[in-house]
Every structure is written in C-alpha cells, then in structure tokens.
C-alpha cells in the first residue's frame, strides 16, 4: 500500500549512459514532482507536473526528460550521464495543483551514483 | 522565494522536549509555514503546517508568533526513533516561485539514551 513508489531503489552506471527512473503514486494526486538532494542534503526542486501538464521546468539540463503517460506516473530520464548527475532523486506528488502551501509526499528516493 | 534560517544541528536526550526555531522575516501574507522529517534513506515526510499562533497534533506543537517571522517546532518526550532532519519550508505565493518550494539544509536533531 505505498503511496509513493519509485524504482529503483539505487542505480550505478557509467559516465555517458542513458538511465531512467520510474514513479507512481497511488493517492490520486494531481500533480508529481521530481526532486534532487545532493551530498550537502539540499533537496532541490527539478520538475513539477501537474495532470500530465509540466508545470515546472527549474533550469535543469535537457538531459533530464520527465514524461508523464498519466496523473500517477512521473518518469525522469536521464541522458549522457555525468559524473554531477550523481545524487539521490525524489519522486513526490501532492493533491492540489502544485502550489507552495500543499502537503507533499515523497518516495523513498533513488540513489544514483556515476562512476 | 521567502528563505528560513534553522540550526544546523541540535542534541537531546530521551524524554526531553526539543524546540526547533526557524526564522522567516520575509513571509507573505498568503505563506503557511510546513514542517517535515528526515530519516536517513527516506523521502522527507509532512509533520505540521500552520499559518498562525499554535498547531498541534499527534507528532508536533508548532508555535507562531503575531508577526510570524519565526516559528517554532516542538517535539515533545523525544526518543531514539526521532533522530533526522527537520525541515522548515516556507510557500511562497508570489507568481514567479510558485509551486517551487525548495529545503534548506534542515537541522539535524540527534536524540540520544
């Protein structure tokens, strides 16, 4: 019964592949987020979209490709990984239509690292 | 976007209260002020949300002042398992930052026996 669930749960590739990550979120939310927290713990803000509609685009290279096949689906695809790209990823969503004051949850995150 | 100041981190035994203070000064009107957890390996989770004087529910006390320049989250009897990050997040209405709310670096509150 998780509401949030993003696969998977850690990901080691090589510098210059293609990698994606998957979301799904079972609450019937309308919008889903993907987050970026570095080493320093700072949980950055990437994508927001909010029924299949971007709603967010927060200077993120156009390596990263997030689609959105429906409301409870939000895919990140990443392009020519390199080495910066190595994070955790989080994948959320919350009720409404995105705004600041919404109550987000949050997958359990994607440890991605790039050797 | 409206920005907070937390402590970096913050030590405590078990049994006792653990107030974190988070300072907004550039809050707007239509701001409400959140609060969210940390555990290591985990996506950060909702604990609170207010917008004025005081909120409190099963976890948390969260505290607002008149002017609501500041806020404060009290964690009652603290154990073990309340060791993470805090998070104070403030929204921001304005129309070029909505929808982005961004995490600061959170407080690290470490409980220990």
Redesign the interface.
């Given at each position: 019964d998780t509401a949030v669930s993003q696969t998977p749960k850690y990901l080691v590739t090589q510098m210059g592949n293609d990698k994606s990550i998957k979301c799904e979120q079972n609450l019937g939310h309308d919008t889903m987020y993907w987050y970026k927290q570095d080493s320093k713990k700072f949980l950055k803000i990437m994508f927001s979209y909010n029924n299949k509609e971007l709603i967010i685009n927060e200077t993120v290279p156009n390596r990263f490709s997030p689609k959105s096949p429906d409301k409870a689906h939000l895919n990140l695809h990443i392009n020519s990984l390199e080495l910066g790209d190595s994070a955790v990823y989080f994948c959320a969503s919350s009720q409404g239509e995105g705004g600041t004051n919404e109550k987000l949850f949050f997958g359990s995150g994607t440890q991605l690292s790039v050797l | 976007l409206a920005k907070t100041t937390q402590p970096i981190s913050m030590d405590s035994y078990e049994g006792q209260e653990v107030n974190i203070t988070c300072s907004h000064n550039n809050i707007a009107t239509?701001?409400?002020i959140?609060w969210?957890q940390q555990f290591p390996?985990?996506?950060?989770?909702?604990i609170i949300?207010g917008y004025k004087t005081k909120v409190t529910n099963e976890v948390a006390s969260l505290f607002i002042p008149a002017d609501r320049k500041s806020s404060t989250l009290s964690l009652p009897r603290v154990s073990l398992s309340d060791t993470a990050?805090y998070?104070c997040?403030v929204?921001?209405?304005s129309t070029d930052?909505?929808?982005?709310?961004?995490?600061?670096?959170?407080t690290q509150v470490v409980v220990t026996p």
């Open positions: - | 239509n701001d409400y959140t969210y390996s985990q996506g950060p989770r909702f949300q990050v998070y997040l929204g921001d209405a930052s909505w929808g982005k709310l961004q995490f600061g670096a959170g």
